[in-house]
């Protein structure tokens, strides 16, 4: 049943672009309040899929909905809950910066000063400076700015962070989650900048060949994934998720084997098997899975 609560709902997505599937069978949910990163490696799928749960692509089968509604065929109110931030910012290059902020003010719904000074402050912008003129990074905190004034309820974004400076990249990984937890928004956040994810995000998302390799919130991780220095024996009941460097048919990897399902109980056992048990580390973990 279509959820009216549940920002983003994806069943069994199929996207076929070039005579071949690029999202297959793809399912995930993003909550309200929740940050989500979305990982994987150049050309898994992300911006197809971002495509799709934008209603800016056809779907080849299952469903995006949206609040419970069809991600093509969105009402004009719950268009306006969505802030996008794409990976390059096209358009608009006559204007001055001043004068597309003052424009597109007029379609606001929901007016707000604060929010709107917080992203100003942030993105540091010229008023005065013509879009055509502003340098890459520039260009991208115009782009984020224009998402969040309108204090979406969604927000996606596409690799928002590749061309912001440190300092920027910095202080906008604390503004988002700041800004998700005052709102309650969720987001929708792909980067291949792990480090900056790693502390931010409340659930990790890692694609490869357009399907979900894991989905797991932070905390699931940290709790149930494990990298052991060996195979685990048989009656934990662990999955071996991850096993770098194995040869064909084993399940032994050169970089240790990632697992999930573990709990504190296995803590003394795996000691005496003499394993180095390591906590998930978030970017590890991702090069484990897409090796
Ligand atoms: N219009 C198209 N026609 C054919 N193939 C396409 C088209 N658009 C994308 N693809 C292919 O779909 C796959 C997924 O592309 P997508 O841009 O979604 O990947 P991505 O995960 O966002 O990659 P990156 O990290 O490099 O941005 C790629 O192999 C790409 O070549």
């Not at 268009?79 to 290059?93: D, E, K, L, Y």
């Not at 719904?109 to 992203?119: C, I, K, L, V």
């Not at 782009?143 to 004034?149: C, H, N, P, S, T």
């Not at 003394?268 to 090796?291: Q, Y």
């Amino acid at each position: 049943m279509p959820d009216p609560e549940i920002p983003v709902e994806i069943s069994h997505l199929r996207k076929v672009l070039g005579g071949r599937p690029v999202l297959d069978d793809l399912s995930l949910t993003l909550r309200p309040g929740e940050i989500t990163a979305l990982l994987g490696p150049n050309g898994a799928g992300k911006t197809t899929l971002i495509g799709c749960l934008l209603g800016l692509l056809s779907v080849d089968g299952g469903t995006v909905r949206l609040w419970g509604e069809d991600a093509t065929s969105l009402r004009a109110e719950t268009r306006a809950r969505i802030g996008f931030v794409p990976q390059t910012m096209t358009g608009f290059t006559w204007f001055r910066v001043g004068e597309l902020m003052a424009y597109l003010s007029r379609y606001r719904a929901r007016p707000d000063d604060t929010e709107d000074r917080t992203w100003e402050d942030w993105a540091a912008l010229d008023p005065r400076a013509r879009i055509k003129t502003l340098s890459g990074g520039e260009r991208q905190r115009l782009a984020i700015v224009l998402a969040l004034r309108f204090r979406p309820d969604l927000i996606v974004l596409d690799e928002p962070v590749a061309s912001l400076d440190p300092q920027a990249r910095y202080d906008f990984m604390r503004l988002l989650p700041a800004y998700a937890r005052r709102s309650g928004a969720s987001v929708l956040i792909s980067s291949h900048i792990i480090s900056d994810l790693q502390d931010t995000s409340d659930r990790f998302i890692m694609m490869r060949h357009g399907q979900v390799m894991l989905d797991m919130t932070a905390r699931e991780i940290a709790a149930t994934v494990r990298r052991l220095s060996g195979p685990p024996d048989a009656g934990w009941n662990l999955d071996v998720i991850a096993a770098p460097g194995a040869a064909p048919g084993t399940a032994q990897g050169a970089e240790g084997v990632w697992v999930r399902g573990w709990h504190p109980a296995l803590d003394a056992a795996a000691a005496a098997a003499g394993h180095a048990m390591l906590p998930g580390d978030i970017e590890r973990l991702f090069l484990a899975l897409t090796r």
